[in-house]
């Protein structure tokens, strides 16, 4: 079992910025691939982000690339998303996974475990 604690949602105005925070706890082995979902209201929950922590493997939804960095300190199994230039659009409920089960990133069925979200609200 992993456990996963996000932190640092907040609101901010557009072209603000936040960054989020997960921290691992528990069967550490188990935390391969750290992700990144958002759930956009009225939407299905979406990747953002991930990355691979030994190898530092990065990938972005489309919709984040250029404005959204994904970072890992190992040493303290903590996974973060440093999410600029943010937009109204970027509103929802924000989630750390791992447990990566293979197939593709950006589904959340390929994802063991689960925080339980950071909200992120962005004013226009």
């Known amino acids: 079992q992993v456990q996963l604690v996000e932190s640092g949602g907040g609101s901010v105005q557009a072209g603000g910025f936040l960054r989020l925070s997960c921290t691992a706890s528990?069967?550490?082995?188990?935390?391969?691939?750290r992700a990144w979902f958002r759930q956009l209201p009225g939407k299905e929950r979406e990747g953002v982000s991930y990355?691979?922590?030994?190898?530092?493997?990065?990938d972005y939804t489309t919709a984040v690339q250029g404005r959204f960095t994904i970072s890992i300190d190992n040493a303290k199994n903590t996974v973060y998303l440093q999410m600029n230039n943010l937009k109204p659009e970027d509103t929802g409920m924000y989630y750390c996974a791992t447990g990566y089960l293979g197939g593709t990133w950006f589904l959340p069925n390929n994802f063991l475990y689960w925080g339980q979200g950071t909200q992120v609200t962005v004013s226009s």
């Open positions: 528990g069967n550490i082995v188990s935390a391969n691939r």
């Open positions: 990355i691979v922590p030994d190898e530092r493997i990065t």
